[in-house]
């Protein structure tokens, strides 16, 4: 069974930096796709940042340049670089993955882990 795991988030004033990451275990497959979705309160999740199995990655408008994704070798452990962060970053993220093996900012992903809060401060 697929368990993802994130941490990394935490409280940071506004033009700080945040490292989230997410380790998957029980993941054999290896067309898989991974991705960052967030929500903050009474919002609805939206995405961030994905990643296919080839490496095409695709980011939400409002965190290019300043959001940037990355995988281990093994490609079981997803992080989220976050620089410039604004209030308005704020919310709970969740990393996601499933086997469709294409980047996507669709919530339409089969796992998903517990989630991260990352909060903001002006």
């Known amino acids: 069974q697929v368990h993802l795991v994130e941490s990394g988030g935490g409280s940071v004033q506004a033009g700080g930096s945040l490292r989230l990451s997410c380790a998957a275990y029980g993941y054999a497959d290896r067309r898989r796709s991974m991705g960052w979705f967030r929500q903050a309160p009474g919002k609805e999740r939206e995405g961030v940042a994905a990643?296919?199995?080839?490496?095409?990655?695709v980011y939400a408008d409002s965190v290019k340049g300043r959001f940037t994704l990355s995988q281990d070798n093994n490609k079981n452990t997803l992080y989220l670089q976050m620089n410039i962060l604004k209030p308005e970053d704020t919310a709970m993220y969740y990393c996601?993955?499933?086997?469709?093996?294409?980047?996507?900012?669709?919530?339409?992903?089969?796992?998903w882990g517990q989630g991260t809060q990352v909060t903001v401060s002006s």
């Open positions: 996601a993955a499933d086997g469709l093996g294409y980047a996507r900012l669709t919530a339409d992903f089969e796992y």
């Open positions: 990643i296919g199995s080839v490496g095409r990655t």
